[in-house]
Structures are given as structure tokens and as C-alpha cells.
């Protein structure tokens, strides 16, 4: 460390998150690696080191033994400004080398409001933010994760995008990238034998052009290395994958402080908003014995008091009971508590609630996601009000007091009644906290609903969907407070619509968004997750400079036979099935768990991926 | 059994606070598999207590802490076991079994030694120039931030000793501090009134602790491990 970058952090809050030396942190020496890869995390430390994804890739980077990974996040606004008055460059944690003097540099894209971050960050680091300027020396930037999925807004920026689980195929990409080094490969020649891999998207290869409407005409190759669709990357054997038993334990707390065991992936439930559970199709699991090893393992290395279960929907883990049990047993004596998340209402068993007290008592999450039946019959969560009141009964008579639920607005077909709805389930939730003997529960009561707002995404049912526009937003907003207002012990919560808005915009974007991307990170935005960071102000402005329309991207509904920016992407769920699913959901109809039968998504056809449908 | 752990705390590691210096010792007590005396209750934890906080930004060469175990833990047991599960920037030094009835090390504290290191320029040379000048005086108010807010405060009782010397980059100054009934003082404090008094601008430095003392019965004032 310099004097320079020592003298600053003295100046900025939090400077712990900027020093690294974290237990298990890589320590392999860069200069004697074939290539070097820099994982950017476009958000701040503590939300990096947070992110379970990260975690594995680093791991398995650090284990090829001619590559070395080191990490890079987000500085907060206090660092970036001092950063720039000083001419310092953005560098990595572990050896504090400039961004641009990694060969490879790979952002995850977890959250569309944290796309002006990768602008940042590479401009911070050296890095020509432009793909188009990037020289022979230049890194080449590599960006995954769910919103690579619609990669479009970034195709800018990024010179190949990864869809799809990332374990195998990032080690592919930095074999090619290696061989390509070693050999002096052109950086075009480069770009296009990734092109050529399985799950790699390299935008510069095509072309977009659009019709008089504006929407999208066409967005074709125009290189022969470049396939017409790129299919995703999908991981099969999921139970001998690489899991991070030792990843760097943070001095500073992040988010989520604790081991995080991954014990699914993918989801069968099939919720019609929800991204996550059309991209990580199929599901797959870990068998129990597998899991108890990992945890022990990972307590050795990491000494973490807490371990909680990963996965979209935990309790559908087919032994979750048996999982819980025999956590509990083997983490016991080192006083390790086990924490359940994202546990659904309509599985939650009375035994598992029994497990997770025995060691230490975790707060309570539910998502009804919808205040009324028929809303959640049209989003396919397959949850009812008894199912809820009876696992809250439970609950509130094993000791807890405090519950949590979450909801959307502005769903599609919703009504007043739906909203309503929301303030009329707290009320329920409350009479359920009221039916327990006055000596069985614990004094203090809290229920607090959050509600966000709807945002539709890519590859899922209500892709086609419009989101509200900010009006109706806080229109409903004021609706649900309103009724609220006379619930004592239960409190609403909601978001902005503002960054709702431009997220919707992200999410469904086409190319053109590029623009107004990079003019709203030229005109000052950056951490646009943060709310106190967002400026709505600079982005109305960016928009307007372009010529492009926020309401065009998010409050318009689409054709069913428009052709979609991402059409081109192959998430290995069919189009037809979509199309489907959308169509039962204007008619309030469920869809089963495809547990209980496939339902046809798509990924039947893969050969050797969905095990249910073999 | 209580275990009093001489440790260093790095140069990295040197804006990581006190409470996260905390949580990664629990970790690396878990992780080495000791033998630990967790607490009762609802939320068992491991209770290691440190001697005196050290403040954000000051490297911390001779640091202490107070482990809890199960009996019949050996001392070089105990080093080599967390060392082996700590990471470069955390060091055990030196371990000692206490004795039943040995009062807690927070009790003991009565003062710091410190080692403030700066190279030559402009700036540290008039801070060093004025600096016996500076020690010669019976008083110095300062504004010292505490919990309450910025107090005026006497810092000269706190200081007890100070030396300079010329080293090869520069300068180098070893300072005694002790606690009083108004508390203790950091020496980023110190370091900032010299400046003032001086004249002199900002300059790059860092700053050590070498020890944490305490009192003997003779009044004296000697590293506590040594007690």
C-alpha cells in the first residue's frame, strides 16, 4: 500500500472496505499467472461480499493453477470522489492492481440499477468503458449473471456475455482467453472463438434494426462464428460442483454474514413474475449427506456462528426435515445456528420450525406477493389464506412475535380489491397472533408488509406485461396506506416508483438503451440502488437527450408476437410455453408444481438436464 | 482456564474496528477447533475480552486478549493453533495460562506505548523541530471528541513520555500515554495538536502501538504482559 491510497483512508467512512486481508482471501502472487481475472462486483463491499456467486467463481478461478482471480467492488460515492481527485485508479483487493492491468475483468449482473456501476468501475479502473475503444492491451470484459439474460442495454459495453450457470463455462472462457494470450491472438480473433463456446454472447457480432413503431425488426449475426440463438449454459451434475467451503470471511459485516449452503438450484413452483425461477430451471439438489459434509467443512474453514440454507424455495428441498435435523446435530457443539429463509407458507413444517429454535430463534419472512386469492391464482403462488394462518398460528405459539410479508403492486389484472386485500391479510395475520392463548404467545406483536412494485422481466410469463405508471404507483401506494392506517401492530412499507421505473426500462430494454445509459452515467449516476444515490432528475434528462421514451420500454404492453430484444437468447424455456402460462394467468388459472407432472416448459427437450421429465 | 493472548494486529487490518477485530477472533477461535468455554444461555458466544480498544487506523504490534477455554489448553498449543487459522495480518505472539483469581486484563489497562513513523518533508520537519517545545509545555487544550460531543480537554496529564529520533526516511517518535479519570487519549489527537502547534501541515505517518501498560505495585509503568 502507498502512502497516496493510505492518506485516503483516513478520509472515508468504512475504510475496512477497501484494505482486503480477509481470512481465506487468495494470496497466490498475480505476476506469476498465465492470466489474471478481476471479479467485480458492482456494488459496494459489503453487498459483494455477500453474493454466493461470487464466492464460487473465485474459488474456481483460484483453483485453475495458471490463472489468478482477485475481487473488486463498488467504491461508495465518499472513496470515488477522492479516487478521482487523486488520480488514483481503481485496483483489486488482494494485490491492489489497477483494473486495466487485468487480462480478463468480469462484472455479475444481479440488478439492473447497478449498470451505471460497471461504467464507474471501469472508468475508475483504466478501462475504456466503450467496447468499441478498447485496444490489444485493454482487459476484455466478460459480464453474467440473471440480467445478462436481456444483455442489450450493456451491449455496449460489454465485449462477451456468459448466460447461464457460470461454473463451467467461465473456465472455458479463461482456457480460450489463455490459449488466445499465449498465442498473441488478435483481440477481434479473440472475441470471436469465445463466440463460438457454448453460453457466450458476443454483441459486437450483430445488428439490430427496428421497425417504424419502434420496436424491434430484427437483431441478427453478422459473423459466422456468431449463432443465430445462444443457448444458456446449464450445470448438470450439480451435486459434485464446486461448492466455496473456504471463501473469504469479511472483517466488515456485510449483508448477509454467514455460511450460505446452497442446497438447491432452480425452482419448480413456477410463480409467473419471478425471473429466478425460469432461469435456474431445472431444479437440482444435493443429497443430505453431501450437504451435512459441506456445512461441517465450511464451519472449519470459516468459523461463521450461523449457516442458512440457500435455494429459491428451501422448503421444497425434497428432505428438508431430515436436512434441518441433521444440521442441527452436526453443528451443535461449535454453536452454530441454523437459519431457514425464503420459507414458503404452504410448506412450513412444524417440526422444521422446532429445529431452528433449538439452537437460536431467526425472524420470520413470508411472500404472499398478493393481498387476494384470485391475484395469486393469476401469478401462480400457490398459496392460500389458511395455509398462511395456520403456519402463523404455529409460529406465533412457538415463541416468535414478530413476522414480515411481502407483496407486489401493480401485478397484472390487479384491482382496489387486490390492494385492499394486502391491509385485510395483516389484519388476518393479526387475528391468527390474537387466536393463540394469551399465556402461549410472546408479548409485542409486529407485522410488517413490504410492497414493491411489479417490475416484468425477460423470460417469464409477464414479459409482455406493462408496469404501472408511476401515478397509478403511488395512487395504490396511497390506497394501501390508507387502509393501514387503522391496523395497530402492522406497518406497510413501499417503494419508489421512480427507480421501479427505470428498472422496468433495463429489464426490457433493447440496444438503443446503450445510450441512454451511458449519457446518464456521463451526467453523474452512479450506485442507483441506493435511494439516496438515485437522482430520477438525471435520468428523465438522459432519456430525453436520446430521444427514447421511459413509457415506450416500461408501460407498454406488447404484442404476443413481437419480436423481444432477447429473443435471441436461449434460456431453454420455450416461447410457446410462456405464451401459455400468460394466457392462463389472464384467466386466473394455476399451473401445477412440475414436480407433480412437467408442464412442458422447454427444457424437457434438452437432453439429460430435467431429471423430472426423463 | 483463561488464556492472555499477545497479539498483532497488521498494517492491513489497521481500519478494521473493534468489534470486527472481535467477531474474526470468535471465527479463528471456532475455526482452530480449541477446546472454547462458550457462555450459557439462549445465545451462547464465546466472551474474549480485549485489553484496551485500539483506535481505527493505529497498527496494533503488541495488542491483548483474554480466552476463555476448557481446562488443560497448552500455551504453545493455543499459538500454534490459531496462527494456524488466522490470516497473515493476524499473528499470535506470545500466550500465558493466567492463574484463578488473576483480575481481568481491562482492569489492569493504565496506558499505551506508541511509535508514530513519518518520512521527511517540508510539513513533518517543522512538526519534528517544535516537538521538544511542544512536550515542554505544562498544558494543552484541546477539543476531544467524545461520546458527548467535542469537549475542551487538558491532553498534557495524558502524556507520560516522549522521545524523537532521525531515522533513515525520516522521523520517528515514541510516545507514553495513560488513562486518566477523563479517559485516554489517541494518539491521532496528540499527533494533530502537535501539528497545530507547530504549524505544520498534513503529513503521511502511521502509527503503532507497541504496548499496552500496566502498573506494577511500585507505581511503575511496564507492558502488561510482563506483570
Known sequence: MTYDFDALLGRVEKPGRYTGGEMNAEVKPIAQADISFAFCFPDTYEVAMSHLGMKILYGILNSLPYAVCERVSMPWVDMLSELRKN???????????????????????QYEMSYTNVLEMMDLGGVPVLSAERGEDDPIVLAGGPCAFNPEPLHLFIDAFLIGDGEDSIVEVTDVLNACKKEGVPRAERLRRLAALRGVYVPGLYHDEYNADGTLKSLEPVDPCAPPRVLRSILTDFENAYVPTSPPV??????????????????????????????????????????????????????????????????????ISELAGRLTDALKDQRVSLSLPSLRVDKFVQDTLTHTQKVKKSSLTFAPEAGTQRLRDVINKNVTETDLVNTLTNAFSNGWNAVKLYFMTGLPTETDEDLIGIAELAKTAAGAYYSVPREKRVKGLRITCSASVFVPKPFTPFQWCRQDDPETVRRKQRLVREHFAPLKSAHFNYHD??????????????????????RAWQLGCRLDGWTDQFRYDLWLQAFEECGLDIAFYAHRERALDELLPWDHIDAGIDKAFLKREYERAMRAQTTRDCREGCNGCGLQKLKGVCRACE | MRMMVVFEKGETLRYIGHLDLMRAMQRALRRSGLPIRYSNGFNPHIRLSFAAPLSVGVVGLRELMEVPLEDGVSEQAFQDGMNAVLPGCLRIRQCRALADGFPALMSLAA?????????????????????????????????????SGENPCDIRPFVTGGTLQKTGEGWEIALETVATAAGSLKPSLWLECLRTFTQAGEFPHIIYRTAILARKPDGTLVPMEEV
Not at chain 1, 87 to 102: A, D, G, K, N, Q
Not at chain 1, 251 to 262: A, N, S
Not at chain 1, 499 to 518: K, T, W, Y
Open chain 1, 497 to 518: 416508483s421512480g427507480v421501479s421505473q427505470i428498472e422496468a426500462c433495463f429489464a426490457l430494454g433493447d440496444r438503443r438503451l446503450a445510450r441512454v445509459l451511458h
Open chain 1, 87 to 109: 488520480h488514483i485508479p481503481l485496483c483489486s483487493l488482494e494485490s491492489h492492481t489497477p483494473l486495466s492491468r487485468f487480462d480478463i475483468i468480469g462484472f455479475t449482473l
Open chain 2, 111 to 147: 496506558g499505551s506505548r506508541y511509535l508514530i513513523r513519518f518520512p521527511s518533508n517540508a510539513e513533518s520537519d517543522r512538526a519534528a523541530a517544535g516537538f521538544e517545545a511542544f512536550m515542554a509545555l505544562e498544558h494543552y487544550t484541546a477539543a476531544r471528541r467524545t461520546k
Open chain 1, 250 to 319: 469479511p472483517y466488515l459485516q456485510p449483508v448477509f454474514d454467514r455460511i450460505m449452503l446452497e442446497i438447491m438450484r432452480g425452482c419448480t413452483r413456477g410463480c409467473r413474475f419471478c425471473q429466478a425461477g425460469m432461469l435456474y430451471r431445472p431444479v437440482r439438489e444435493r443429497s443430505v449427506d453431501k450437504l451435512v459434509e459441506l456445512a461441517r467443512e465450511s464451519v472449519r474453514n470459516t468459523g461463521y456462528e450461523e449457516i442458512s440454507l440457500s435455494s429459491l424455495s428451501s422448503s421444497d428441498y425434497s428432505c
